[in-house]
């Protein structure tokens, strides 16, 4: 009889612990929805994170949403510590999130590749798309920016290769032709930075300052200064119309900027 | 029906409506308030939030309207107004490595006001692991100078009118050099 009533509060508790915990994570999930009902990182929204958490800390979302605001705001050690976290309960979401993070907003280049290969490790034959582009696309900027030539042409190469086989080559991002064309110029290798160059150009239309800029210096270094000078004049008006490489809250890799292509047209002038 | 009939059931319509917008509100307000306040370490301020007393080079500095600072980034961009690379040109050109070993990030928060005046500083530092870290006061006085010296900004443009905004300098450093200047 004792033994059956040992049993029974065990259930009981186990029952009121399974509830309470149900409980807890319904009203995280209201706390997070409320979260999202205010401008990231006001005081409204960080709280309603901070009680997701509290509720829930097993959620990786409200872990990584707390820590956005930071990572915009120039406020790191924030950021990293909420984002890490996120990362250690779903590392498959995250780790490639993290990875662009750390290349774009800190250019901490060998952490983001190392973020990327751990995701393929965790995903093995299969190419993630962390924020809408292949790993292999975010590595080859990656390796850029590392000045490592032959591996972001690597990483370049495989992820062109791929989009174009399995969906043409209208649909690769054009800005994997601008990087891989910039990887081939910085290495010295003007023929193959002009096919990735015109490439870019073609799927843009000819309106794109960046592919316009690089195509002068690749033919003001052929000693074609009045070919060169016609296609600066178009990357200055292509660049005055919007129509240039450029990212949202951070600049871009390899940026450029008006004054790069006035001083380019400069030097072109002078040498007519 | 009658003028006094229907001034009666307007008046319980407007009345109920009332009512309704009061409880939304006091329900609001709890959710606000309570339901959805972390019971540890709830925040009273806006991430970017920057706290004038304890800032640098606060005195004289004002802002436009302390209650609407937006961010460098919306809609427009609040930027240095010789450029990206007027800026990278005027930190890397005064800027001297007096033989520093540190690495890591500066980071330098700071307002550019609706006339494109800056002040307001509050400097963050972090390891190369985004970790809290004191870097060499002569490294970090030295650079906040130079940022400080940076004066006329194209202030944030929202809605018709030239507005506040923070704006972040980060600087990424190993063994003393500047080695990236973002965002």
Known sequence: ?272 | MNKKKILKITSWVFGVLILVVLCFYAYYNYLLKHQHLPSEGAVNHPADYINPEKALLNEGFEVCNEQFICQYYNPERATYSEGKNGLRNFVLSNYKNNSYTDSGYLNIRFVINCKGEAGRYIIHENNLDLEPQVFNKDLVSQLFKITSKLKKWNPNYVRDEYRDSYIYISYRIENGNITEILP
Not at chain 1, 17 to 22: P, Y
Not at chain 1, 52 to 63: M, S
Not at chain 1, 88 to 99: C, M, P, V
Request: glycine share 4%; with cysteine; hydrophobic share 35%.
């Open chain 1, 1 to 272: 009889m004792e033994t059956l009533q040992k049993y029974c509060l065990s259930l009981l508790v186990t029952l009121l612990l399974f509830s309470c915990n149900k409980d807890n994570k319904e009203a995280s999930l209201r706390s997070l929805k409320f979260s999202q009902l205010h401008y990231q990182g006001t005081k409204a929204n960080l709280n309603a994170l901070a009680k997701a958490i509290e509720l829930d800390a097993t959620n990786e979302d409200p872990w990584r949403e707390y820590s956005i605001p930071f990572l915009k705001r120039g406020i790191p050690h924030i950021w990293k510590k909420h984002m890490d976290k996120a990362i250690e309960r779903n590392a498959k979401e995250w780790q490639g999130y993290r990875g662009y993070n750390y290349l774009w907003f800190y250019r901490d280049y060998k952490k983001a590749i190392a973020d990327f290969n751990a995701l393929d490790t965790i995903t093995p034959n299969f190419i993630d798309a962390p924020q809408g582009h292949s790993v292999d696309y975010w590595r080859g900027i990656a390796y850029l920016g590392l000045n490592d030539y032959k591996n972001s042409i690597y990483y370049f190469d495989k992820y062109i290769d791929k989009e174009t086989k399995e969906t043409g080559e209208d649909w690769v991002e054009m800005t994997g032709f601008l990087f891989r064309g910039i990887a081939h110029y910085e290495n010295k290798n003007d023929s193959l930075a002009l096919l990735s160059i015109n490439k870019l150009l073609k799927y843009t239309n000819n309106t794109y300052a960046d592919g316009n800029y690089y195509k002068a210096l690749i033919l003001e270094k052929r000693n074609n200064n009045d070919e060169a000078l016609k296609f600066i004049d178009i990357a200055i008006t292509n660049y005055k119309d919007g129509y240039y490489n450029n990212r949202p809250y951070v600049e871009t890799l390899r940026q450029i900027y008006m004054e790069d292509l006035l001083l380019l047209k400069e030097r072109l002038t002078k040498k007519k």
